[in-house]
């Protein structure tokens, strides 16, 4: 017969692990407002960090410190609209029917290689009065395998059937206009929540830790705040690297909207990988029609801008504070898009980089005691699981 001490810990850890079950459901059932929540968490992060800036270098007070962070992002958005905006609405109206052209052609152009003969079969037909060597390519590969165009029009309208189904099936927080303002009035309050009262949060968090793990919950929650700067500074400048850089590259091969191409792909730079794909589809068909000759290299320059941002650019900017992989950051985006839809693809690296602090500080230092390769032994852990015992 087991002892009661032995019978005491093992219903201890029945227990914990069921409420572990329990929180864990709850947190699917709520998973849209932790998202929301998250956002709110991003959002303050971005409008704190002038406020630091200005608190260590000024030696401001807290609140004035707070009050010049957020007037710097109105004047900011002021002076892009005086300055760069009335150009980028023009270049905007226009870059949608340059895209639905570019598809158009894209389709014929599709069609027609059906109906060209193979190529060494002893036909002759004249070349296109403009050549490019990807289209060439491209050209070569469809006459040769005799690419139906209908089966790529069905498999076209299935993966953007698919992208649809994503945000409206998935996750219905971004459905509609309504809600997406309600969803944006609800980030905006709860980041105003966080700004005028961050102590007692903090502390109201760390109060759901055992009372012998909460120094080293605050300790986690510092490097889970200094790799969220991180991260989102690295990402605003690289949005801005990738904007000017597109903008640049786009106007010396020629198109007229370069601003507006430019200004996306920044935007896009926000969610790695997918974003790159999507700027440099759009560049791609709208090059189509200005200038046909340069499809390959307005491709190679959109991914050439990517490789820079991703491999030199952001390491540089975040040192030591995130070290994310590449194929980390994607596994990240293809889960979270699953489970969370098309919020979760454009939170996926934050919270991909929250799950591994998590991982790091938690189980491999805590629980397995290995800290910095070597293990050691497990005493925060078995301190913490001792005093809630």
Known sequence: M?????????ASRVFATLLVVIVLVAFWQVRNVLLLLLSSIILVVLVTTPMRFLQQRARLPRTPALLISLLIF???FLVLTLTVLPLLATQLATLSVRVNEGVLLLQQYWESLNATPAPFSGYSFAPP?????VLDLVSLLGTSFQVDSQLITQVANQIFNAFGQVGVQVIPVVGGVASALLNTLIVIFMSVYLL???????SGLLRLFPPGYRERGHEILARLDQVLRGWLESTVLAMVFVWLSTWIGLTLLGLEEALALGVIAGLLAFVPTFGTLIAAVLAAVVGLLQTPQNVGLIIVITYAISLVQSQLISPLLVADRIKVPPIVVLLGQIVATVFFGFLGILLAVPLTAILMVLVQEVYVKDILGDIDGTAQPLEPAAEAMATAD
């Open 2 to 10: 087991l002892n009661r001490p032995l019978a005491n810990r093992t």
């Open 129 to 133: 009065p403009v050549r490019d060597p």
């Open 196 to 202: 005028t009262d961050p102590e007692s949060h903090e």
């Open 74 to 76: 109105p004047l900011f």
